[in-house]
């Protein structure tokens, strides 16, 4: 079954609107989470390191005030894009650390959000 | 120089081929290794973690070489679900600011035909 889930899994919004993703951590408490970007034909860059109960940790170049996350919780991360342009237009992926087999750490990826800004 | 190099292919094979895959990482700090699976427009699954002594899981074979900074999947008697995109990814070592995270390949494409 589904370890994480994100909703919404699509979004289309205007240019200048917030847009406002969940990340949620089904099977465990997790108090690292991590928030990803994908645009098409390109890999996953990690945008942030979303940590319970404290600030986030951005990845350089990666606008910090653009993209505010909360993690309020050990089972609850949220981006939100704030002023979005159609250039933030992306997939929007979560994920959750781990243990596989219980002793080798991995991360858990969440289906994912496909914004439209247009 | 990309932290993790793959090919991105496309590598375009008939059922029941063998197909292999080839990643390079420049971190030679790095700690652990993993092969994940993304279909078109979905999230990346693990397939399966690199070990040191090589492993293997069904059809898919995992092999690390670490004086070379190389991984590999060798995928046997392919199937038509096999065809996705494979991410090579690769965790730096434990501590610091690098914690936790992740490096993805940038993918290679492979589509199995009738």
């Known amino acids: 079954g589904a370890v994480v889930s994100q909703h919404p899994s699509r979004v289309i919004c205007k240019s200048g609107t917030s847009v406002k993703i969940e990340c949620r951590s089904l099977?465990?408490?997790?108090?690292?989470m991590f928030w990803y970007r994908q645009f098409p034909k390109q890999s996953l860059m990690l945008m942030a390191t979303?940590?319970?109960?404290?600030?986030?940790?951005?990845e350089q170049g990666v606008e910090k005030d653009k993209f505010l996350i909360n993690h309020a919780s050990l089972t609850l991360s949220t981006l939100t894009v704030t002023s979005a342009h159609p250039e933030d237009s992306s997939f929007y992926i979560c994920?959750?650390?781990?243990?596989?087999?219980?002793?080798?750490?991995?991360?858990?990826f969440g289906p994912g959000t496909r914004l439209l800004v247009l | 120089r990309k932290e993790v190099e793959q090919d991105p292919g496309p590598f375009n094979v008939p059922e029941g081929a063998t197909v292999a895959f080839n990643c390079t990482y420049s971190?030679?700090?790095?700690?652990?290794f993993f092969w994940y699976r993304q279909d078109c427009r979905k999230e990346p699954k693990l397939l399966m973690s690199?070990?040191?002594s090589g492993n293997e899981d069904g059809r898919f074979t995992a092999q690390l070489n670490r004086a070379s900074q190389y991984i590999s999947l060798l995928i046997r008697d392919s199937k038509l679900s096999d065809s996705a995109t494979y991410l090579c990814?690769?965790?730096?070592?434990?501590?610091?600011?690098?914690?936790?995270?992740?490096?993805f390949g940038q993918g290679t494409i492979l589509t199995v035909h009738p």
């Open positions: 971190n030679s700090a790095s700690q652990s």
């Open positions: 990814v690769v965790k730096p070592s434990a501590g610091g600011t690098s914690y936790g995270k992740l490096t």
């Open positions: 690199v070990y040191s």
């Open positions: 994920s959750v650390r781990g243990l596989l087999a219980g002793t080798q750490e991995t991360q858990y």
């Open positions: 099977d465990f408490q997790a108090t690292t």
């Open positions: 979303s940590n319970e109960g404290s600030k986030a940790t951005y």
